[in-house]
Nanobody
Framework: QVQLVESGGGSVQAGGSLRLSCVASGQTYGHCMGWFRQVPGQEREGVAAIEKTGITRYHDSVKDRFTISRDNAKNTLILQMNTLKPEDTAMYYC?????????????????WGQGTQVTVSA
């Protein structure tokens, strides 16, 4: 069974940067992993996802600002977030899919972390 633990959230001013990490335990190798975010009262939104091969997908709102990466040897997923905006404020979740290929659909992913809060002030 796969378990995910996120870290790295916090508060930052607009224009700043944060780096989120997700450590996975269990059989994660070779599967799609991703980051989602959710604001209270809204649906969970796919932010970025990455396949074992390194193929990535991003939500249009974070392209050129966020970078997703993974270290398969360490079972670690990273989201580097630069030039943060107040609208990036949300709870961020790490996610794992049993599928090898990725998309940003919530239904694609089966396992979720507990989340880490990101708050960006104007």
């Amino acid at each position: 069974q796969v378990q995910l633990v996120e870290s790295g959230g916090g508060s930052v001013q607009a224009g700043g940067s944060l780096r989120l990490s997700c450590v996975a335990s269990g059989q994660t190798y070779g599967h799609c992993m991703g980051w989602f975010r959710q604001v209270p009262g809204q649906e969970r939104e796919g932010v970025a996802a990455i396949e074992k091969t390194g193929i990535t997908r991003y939500h249009d709102s974070v392209k050129d600002r966020f970078t997703i990466s993974r270290d398969n040897a360490k079972n670690t997923l990273i989201l580097q977030m630069n030039t943060l905006k107040p609208e990036d404020t949300a709870m961020y979740y790490c996610a794992w899919s049993m599928w090898m290929t990725c998309n940003l659909s919530e239904g694609r992913f089966e396992t979720w972390g507990q989340g880490t809060q990101v708050t960006v002030s104007a």
